[in-house]
């Protein structure tokens, strides 16, 4: 086995490269990144959420408010 290695340095990354895909392994690099990317897109998210339900709450405001306003109306007619 040490003749073999001896003549071959090489194998040994072969054989390493076989057995663990390093191209597949992630860097701290990548980790922060898609850390970064994630906490990004949860944010604009968030965001987007509350202006919706902010957009909700107005147009419920309004209904509540007609209603309110028919109801009175209706109250002194009848």
């Known amino acids: ?3 073999v290695l001896e003549e071959d340095p090489g194998i040994i990354h072969s054989i390493l490269a076989k057995i663990v895909p390093w191209e597949k392994l992630s860097t701290k690099d ?12 949860f ?8 202006k919706r ?3 909700v709450e107005k147009h419920l ?3 509540e ?14």
């Not at 990548?30 to 897109?41: F, G, V, Y």
Request: proline share 0%; net charge negative; aromatic share 12%.
């Open 43 to 50: 944010e604009e998210m968030l965001h987007y959420s509350e």
């Open 65 to 78: 408010k007609r209603f309110e306003e028919m109801l009175h109306y209706s109250e002194k007619r009848f």
């Open 30 to 41: 990548d980790l922060r990144q898609t850390i970064d990317i994630s906490e990004k897109r």
């Open 53 to 55: 339900f902010e957009s």
């Open 61 to 63: 405001n309004s209904i």
């Open 1 to 3: 086995m040490k003749e």
